[in-house]
């Protein structure tokens, strides 16, 4: 840090006489540029900067998440799938009177069954990988 302290107090005098002459008090007023800079300038780029990478990191989180969600779901149905509740549930519900096995079925409370089940699975699996 007293290294960049040095150089900058180094070229200052330089930056003073690349100034325009026609004032005395060149010095003075590179050293107030510079002073200026240092406390409003780097103030207003680091928040811009620090408000993109909040903003990058908070995108690239939600994306993570949607991923490992479209994950679990797809091994979920798979799993579901693969035990074959959809099928049990059917043969269940086939046994029962024509009547109500009708309203439940016209009311899909089959697939709210087998819904209900892939997002437990899914839950599991996004629990088991965190």
């Not at 006489?17 to 540029?33: C, K, N, R």
């Not at 969600?69 to 519900?93: C, T, W």
């Not at 009311?107 to 996004?126: D, F, G, H, Q």
Request: aromatic share 10%; net charge negative.
């Amino acid at each position: 840090m007293i290294r960049y302290v040095v150089a900058i107090l180094c070229l200052l005098p330089a930056a003073a006489f690349a100034a325009d002459s026609s004032s005395g008090s060149s010095l003075s007023d590179t050293l107030q540029t510079f002073i200026d800079f240092i406390s409003t300038g780097i103030y207003e780029s680091a928040d811009t900067i620090l408000e993109r990478v909040a903003a990058w990191y908070i995108v690239w989180h939600l994306e993570l998440k949607m991923f490992w969600l479209q994950m679990a779901v797809s091994v979920a149905e798979g799993f579901i799938d693969g035990i074959g509740i959809s099928g049990l549930i059917n043969s269940a519900l086939g046994g029962i009177d024509s009547a109500v096995s009708g309203i439940v079925f016209y009311l899909k409370i089959p697939e709210a069954i087998n819904m209900i089940l892939s997002a437990r699975v899914a839950r599991l699996i996004l629990d088991l990988l965190s």
